[in-house]
């Protein structure tokens, strides 16, 4: 394994904040998010309008099927031929489709096909997208920096997710679904011309013979077989695994089922979720101020079992105003720790594997996690709230206990 860029930077780089490709990156990456802001809203009110529930319900879930089958290929896709050209080519291709279907919706009322066409392009383009928007910041931060440089992915992720939804209400109240797409498609294309102006850093000779091994397939096989080998990389992919397993579920379909059950209401789910939202901005802040936290292997693992008994307890909590605290809890440790193993990730493979090694990571979240959310309600339907919530919060606690377990991964810091 090479490690020409586990060096520490030299003293006179510049940190993350500081560093205007960085911030040109980082405006990208902003203006990308709430751009899929924006179109998930659009996609999800134009195919209420247009069909029935369970038809709208299929629609949404269209982009999963693609980007799970393909995740794998488009981590060796990001390798081979390099992240930011990757993520130039999809945000262009992610604009344009969805400009197009903006013009079809503004021009005539074409039902429920192209809205459904669009998320299975959206899905495909986003299997090579995720993947190489993960192995982009180690190409344009110092290696020192790369933990600063998850705590201002976080913010902008944060800010995404406060500020996307308002603008496509906004859209939509102003000229329906046609212009909530239109300025989704605009804010995606704000990205295109930022990365072009974005200097990337090389790869050292060693590390680019990692990017391309032959063919596509056996590229796969090796990233497969260096993760698996890797004294850090290999739990720390189990970790994760298990944390948004028992993750994800409690905080999607479990709290709005908690919500109804305890007679919050919108409201007070929406309060809920915002607590999560402040305990996740803090720790991105947090990361994006101090730059490193010693000791990232612990961190990461105490984060992870502070968290588990957070979800746990907030099947319980007796009032809104509790439930906020303690959902404020699981943003903070679940921010704290998502961070420091994107981190880890960043700073332990070889770049020209981070491709591959990202893809890998994300095919648990945004492939295989969801299908817990159906199984969760229909357990929650039979049990009720707190054996669920608890059963998740102990499979997420074994992801810090693995975490602490591995004395590879316990050990691992992040460079100076």
Sequence with gaps: MSTALHRPAPAAARPAHRDPHVLRWLGAYTASMVGDSVYYLALSWAAVQAGTPTQAGLVMTASAVPRALLMLGGGVIADRFGPRRIVIGSDAVRCAAV?????????????????????????????????????????????????RVQGMRGLAIRFASVVGAPLGGLGVAVGGAAAAF??????????????????????PADDRAGASGGTARRDLVVGLRYIRRHRVLAPLMLAIALGDLGFVAPLNVGLTLLADERGWGASGMGWVL?????????????????????????????????????????????????????????????????????????????????????????????????????????????????????????VCGLGGVVTLGVPALRRAQLPR
């Design 274 to 394: 915002a607590g999560f939202g402040v305990g996740a901005g803090a720790a991105s802040l947090l990361l994006t101020v101090r730059g490193r936290l010693p000791h990232a292997g612990q961190v990461a693992g105490w984060s992870i079992l502070a968290g588990s008994l957070a979800i746990g307890a907030l099947a319980y909590a007796p009032t809104v105003a509790a439930a906020v605290g303690t959902a404020l809890l699981v943003g903070l440790f679940a921010g704290l720790s998502g961070a420091m193993c994107g981190a880890l990730l960043q700073t332990r493979a070889d770049p020209a594997y981070l491709g591959r090694v990202t893809a890998v990571a994300s095919l648990v979240s945004l492939g295989l996690t969801p299908l817990s959310m159906p199984l969760s309600a229909a357990a929650i339907g039979a049990w009720g709230t707190g054996p669920v919530f608890v059963v998740s919060a102990a």
């Design 182 to 203: 239109g300025l989704a498609g605009l804010l995606i294309a704000v990205s295109v011309p930022l990365l072009v102006s974005v200097r990337m850093r090389e790869l």
């Design 99 to 147: 400009l197009a279907v903006a013009a079809l919706l503004f021009l005539t009322s074409p039902g429920l096909w192209p809205l459904a066409l669009l998320a299975l392009v959206f899905g495909a383009v986003d299997a090579v997208f995720v993947p190489a928007v993960g192995a982009l910041p180690a190409r344009v931060a110092s290696h020192d920096q790369l933990a």
